[in-house]
């Protein structure tokens, strides 16, 4: 059994392919690799070359494996439909094209939800007949990434997006077939939520295919929630701080994994601002000294 750690373009601020304040992709892998990692996921398609040759001759000049790559995009918008498909295709050519086995499905952020971030009673929900088309693109996709590409697949709940609380979720993993659809999970969008991420790990360790590791500061989270803070301007105000000093158990989340046998990829996901003046890298190295410390070799 081995927990793998690597990292993700959005530590380095990259949450959109064609937004102009992002690093240089060749930054973000060198970056990465200094900072002690040896994974990374694909980013926003299109933010790292599509072309197999140039992007795997990078990655092997920093000595990383592709881990993974993110289809966020608004599955709850039935308009954009034709945009949610192309990306999903897209990502999955680029991760076969590389040998890497996780595509993570995001419900992006909908101003519909964007208010009541971590405010799970006041949240908004689909009538019967939206919920049931939202899934159905949710499993359409998931079937592309399975069943023509060889991938596992995984949900990933999201602040402001319509799978953000516990309920919606596992809802979500009731009705569509796990055979099809896994979990990856995220530590911090959970706790952002309102909920126990630990607990939910228990109870559903066996249909976690792949984790995101993410921190969230308490006293930040409080303040978001209480101005209904956007979810971009909270991660503007630190509400992703660096792993360990927020109100994750992060021994507890490894005893889990140790305890079922987790064997694969853990991903470190520490969204940040851009137009700041930070390093990303510096906070990457300071997680991985952290997950080194206790016992993420």
Avoid at 94 to 106: K, M, S
Avoid at 131 to 154: C, K, N, P, Q
Avoid at 274 to 284: E, G, K, N, S
Wanted: with cysteine; charged share 25%.
């Amino acid at each position: 059994m081995t927990l793998r750690i690597g990292n993700a373009p959005c530590s380095w601020g990259v949450e959109f392919a064609g937004d102009p304040r992002n690093p240089p992709w060749r930054q973000v892998l060198a970056d990465c690799a200094a900072a002690g990692y040896r994974g990374i996921e694909l980013g926003p398609i299109g933010f790292m070359p599509e072309d197999p040759a140039i992007l795997g001759d990078a990655l092997a000049e920093h000595g990383l494996t592709l881990t993974g790559g993110v289809v966020f995009r608004p599955f709850h918008d039935p308009a954009a439909w034709a945009d949610v498909l192309d990306a999903a295709q897209r990502t999955c050519r680029a991760l076969v094209a590389h040998g890497a086995r996780h595509l993570v499905l995001i419900d992006s952020i909908s101003p519909r939800r964007a208010p009541t971030a971590g405010r799970a009673a006041e949240a908004e929900q689909m009538d019967p007949a939206e919920w049931t088309a939202f899934r159905d693109r949710i499993a359409t996709v998931a079937r592309m990434g399975t069943e023509d590409h060889g991938l596992t697949v995984s949900i990933h709940a999201h602040a402001a997006g319509f799978i953000d609380f516990e309920p919606e979720l596992e809802r979500l993993l009731a009705e569509v077939d796990p055979d099809v659809l896994k979990i990856c999970f995220d530590t911090g969008h959970h706790s952002y939520a309102g909920f126990d991420p630990v607990a939910f790990m228990r109870r559903h360790i066996g249909r976690i295919a792949y984790m995101h590791f993410k921190d969230i500061d308490p006293v930040v989270k409080a303040r978001a929630i209480a101005n209904r803070t956007g979810f971009y301007d909270a991660c503007g105000q630190g509400i992703f701080c660096n792993l360990g000093t927020g109100d994750v158990d992060f021994p507890a989340v490894r005893q889990v994994l140790l305890d079922a046998g987790f064997d694969g990829w853990c991903t470190v996901e520490q969204d940040c601002d851009p137009t700041l003046d930070v390093r990303p890298v510096d906070d990457a190295r300071a997680n991985r000294a952290y997950l080194s410390s206790i016992g993420f070799n």
